[in-house]
């Protein structure tokens, strides 16, 4: 054995130094998870065996007493090695950020091999004959040489693909490509070297290879950071596969027209190039043809979000008129319901419109669960629904009703019930959409909560309508509005205590429209606010008139859901009764029943606020809405106003007229409130109400509504008469004594025993627990 020479000995001790480098990529494997860990790994191992072949090779160059050339050792040194390299590549396409998925790092495998097998050409056209750029020092043809070149070809090419489709950042992945293609240069100088006995390739190898895993021990410390996915399959360049290609086709052009032949090494350049460029169009054929499928699948989602209303789930105006599209057949009639949410609008600005998505969100589930298999729902925006039937137009009347109650039902979301009626418009020939829309309408105008289907006649009464709007704008300031006023008197006395303020509206051209045909039109433009702001305004200006003419009598004005959910309505009231002088107990705010079911909670914070600045509340038309008697005891309100459907109710099979009247007084009186029966035509209806105790009545009995001259003379005329009582705050009802009973005749030989409560006038007067016979008329109202 040979004594080893110093360069040989610098080429050990420098391949030594590679221990750490793998060391520290071994160590920053053990540290990650996932997709970073096994790139790591792989680049550890790559690196370890890099290193090993080389420590191998080194040592037994030394030790060995084999003369130049050695090819077996150098051989398998250049296996090795190029076994490590190969692992390094692998790694470095495995890397975070290299590639989006393990298709793209085959791909991108592929691309380097392309531009690997061009170096491979080109350099083979310089290097042999007859260009042969390097002459006599040509290095021999051995596997020590040939095996790291291919793999410094590949990684050479892997790094400028990487440079040019590696995602952001881009420069961690390509310093590990580039360490690797140091390595590889190391590897075949330290192969080259062994094989044909150059140290100085050796020692430049020893060196070399070091530096190239430092460096990529140094970038994959970043290399597992968060990427930008940037860019797509369509915006990727080809000139990375072309450039090569011309490469080769011009460097063998100069090789055959200097007389080179087309060896081996060229075939299998060739070759490698072409298999290449095939497995990259296929993998690209791939590629293009999942894109094409996401896109369609895409397209289809999202032309089906563009028919889809997000929130219910259910079809948008786009999706129904696909669905008139689609249908129109002659022999299969189709049917439209046209659906609206009665006072939706009070439910967001109230409740909030996370309440409000809530409500519609279940809408749209009931109307899914009361359809049948081909009917279409859809939400044509806001609170406005619609359903597309197949059917006939009686067919679907009848759907349309039992959806009317379906919708009516009470809504449970957070915080409490919401209560919403519905306006249906049912439409089956013509302009399906425009006919429903114009149905629904009139169905809104006609008091909502109920089914109106398409007539003719309705696109006149829509541009009534029109105009009412229009010319409301200018009502007020062209003095078009009056208020008269219907008195409320007392039971039995029929003495005038107070008057409920009525609005009039009298147009030059179009004549006196009827309050039920312009307040709709009012509530729904907005206008109702101002209007009601006159109203009150004008009923406490005539109070003051009348209270500074000594009159004792007070003023009820109809109060709109609208004005009742403005944010500061009960200091808008204060500053009118202060405006005029009117104590606040004269005034008295009529809500009727209908408003009030529509957000409970809030309705009595607002009623409240009102109740404080002193005047009273009468709740209306009680009995024809939705309060229950839980939601009566908590109320804030005075005055309980029985509507005129329960007073004009015809005999119960009992034989007693109006059973239900008795029934309402004893209640208003029990929870403390005062009782007003309006709606009063005849004698007989007054003495019904009178007999059940009610002591305040209004209709057309006691007079319609008239100026406010004319009331002022029926007061005039009552001036020496016993003062009127006017509405008095809620009192709760006496407990200083026990119930007692009375029985009263129901009807021929029929006779019933009736409570007669603590706060009845008869009460004083009963003796023992029951008494037969009748009682004495209640006084006037005010005082038991």
């Known amino acids: 054995m040979q004594s080893p020479s110093g360069v040989e000995l610098a080429g050990v001790v420098g391949l030594l130094v590679t221990v750490p480098a793998v060391a520290v990529l071994g160590n920053s494997g053990r540290k990650h998870t996932g997709a970073a860990r096994r790139a ?21 160059a030394l030790i060995s007493d084999a003369s130049p050339p050695r090819i077996g ?18 790694g470095t396409a495995m890397l975070p950020g290299a590639a989006e998925s393990p298709g793209a790092a085959v791909r991108h495998l592929l691309d380097g091999l392309v531009m690997a097998a061009a170096v491979w050409f080109v350099g083979w056209v310089l290097l042999t004959e ?6 006599d020092s040509a290095p021999m043809a051995c596997a020590s040489l040939l095996i790291p070149t291919a793999l410094l070809c590949i990684s050479l090419g892997l790094t400028i693909v990487l440079a040019l489709h590696a995602h952001r950042p881009r420069l961690t992945t390509v310093r590990v490509a580039a360490g690797v293609t140091v390595v590889a240069t190391a590897a075949i100088a330290i192969g080259g070297g062994i094989c044909q006995g150059h140290d100085s390739w050796v020692l430049s190898g020893s060196l070399l290879l070091p530096v190239g895993l430092f460096l990529i021990a140094h970038a994959v410390r970043a290399a597992d950071q968060p990427v930008e996915v940037i860019g797509d399959l369509s915006e990727r360049g080809t000139a990375y596969a072309v450039v090569p290609m011309v490469a080769m086709v011009l460097a063998l052009g100069m090789h055959l027209s200097r007389g080179g032949v087309f060896g081996f090494y060229a075939f299998l350049g060739a070759s490698v190039e072409g298999f290449a460029l095939v497995g990259r169009q296929y993998l690209a054929l791939g590629d293009v043809r999942r894109f094409t499928l996401k896109l369609r699948q895409s397209e289809a989602h999202f032309r089906e979000l563009a028919h889809t209303d997000p929130l219910t789930r259910l079809a948008n105006r786009r999706g129904l008129q696909r669905a008139l599209r689609d249908c129109k057949c002659p022999d299969e009639p189709l049917v439209l319901v046209g659906i609206d949410l009665d006072g939706f609008k009070t439910v967001n600005d109230m409740r909030g419109h996370d309440v409000g998505d809530a409500v519609l969100a279940e809408v749209g589930e009931r109307l899914r669960r009361n359809l049948l298999d081909g009917d279409v ?14 059917g006939t137009a009686d067919e ?3 759907t349309a009703h039992r959806l009317l109650a379906v919708l009516g039902e009470p809504y449970e979301v957070d915080g409490g019930s919401v209560f919403l009626s519905a306006s249906l418009g049912v439409a089956d020939t013509g302009e399906l959409i425009r006919d429903a829309d114009l149905a629904l309408r009139y169905a809104k105008q006609r008091g909502k909560n109920r089914v109106e289907r398409y007539q003719a006649r309705y696109d006149e009464l829509l541009r009534r309508r029109g105009t009412l709007e229009s010319e409301l704008r200018h009502a007020i300031d062209r003095e078009q509005f009056r208020l008269v006023f219907q008195p409320v008197v007392a039971l039995p006395s029929m003495r005038l205590v107070g008057a409920e303020a009525l609005l009039r509206w009298h147009h030059p051209t179009l004549g006196a429209v009827r309050p039920d045909e312009f307040i709709p039109v009012a509530e729904e433009s907005g206008l109702i606010t101002r209007i009601g702001s006159w109203v009150l305004a004008q009923a406490c200006k005539q109070l003051a008139d009348w209270l500074a003419k000594g009159h004792d009598v007070w003023v009820s004005v109809n109060l709109s859901p609208k004005e009742l959910h403005a944010a500061d309505y009960a200091g808008q009231v204060a500053d009118v009764l202060a405006e005029h002088g009117v104590p606040a107990q004269r005034l008295v705010l009529e809500v009727t029943e209908h408003a009030v079911a529509t957000d409970m909670e809030e309705l009595v914070s607002r009623l409240a606020e009102l109740r404080a600045t002193g005047v009273r509340i009468a709740l209306d038309d009680f009995g024809a809405g939705y309060s229950s008697l839980g939601q009566l005891r908590t109320m804030p309100v005075d005055i309980l106003k029985i509507d005129h459907a329960l007073v004009a109710e015809p005999e119960s099979r009992t034989g007693t007229a109006a059973p239900l009247v008795d029934v309402v007084v004893r209640l208003g009186h029990r929870l403390g409130l005062e009782v007003l029966a309006e709606g009063i035509g005849t004698p007989g209806q007054r003495a019904v109400v009178e007999e059940a105790g009610c002591r305040l009545g209004q209709g057309s009995l006691f007079g319609w509504g008239v100026p406010a001259e004319h009331l002022e003379a029926q007061l005039d005329s009552l001036r020496t008469g016993s003062p009127r009582p006017m509405p008095v705050p809620r009192n709760d009802p006496p407990v200083s004594g026990a119930p007692r009973s009375q029985v009263v005749t129901l009807g021929p030989g029929m006779k019933q025993l009736r409570a007669v409560l603590p706060t009845d006038p008869a009460f004083g007067a009963l003796v023992g627990d029951q008494n037969v016979g009748s009682v004495d008329s209640p006084s006037e109202m005010g005082q038991p």
């Open 40 to 60: 790591h790994l792989m680049l550890a191992l790559g690196g370890a065996v890099v290193t090993a072949a080389a420590l191998a090779g080194a040592l037994s």
């Open 73 to 90: 050792l150098g051989s398998a040194v250049g296996i090795g090695t190029g076994l490590g390299t190969l692992a390094l590549l692998v």
């Open 130 to 135: 007859p260009t042969s750029l390097l002459g």
């Open 377 to 390: 729902a859809a939400r044509l925006g806001g609170d406005e629904f619609a359903v597309l039937m197949h």
């Open 396 to 398: 679907a009347m009848l």
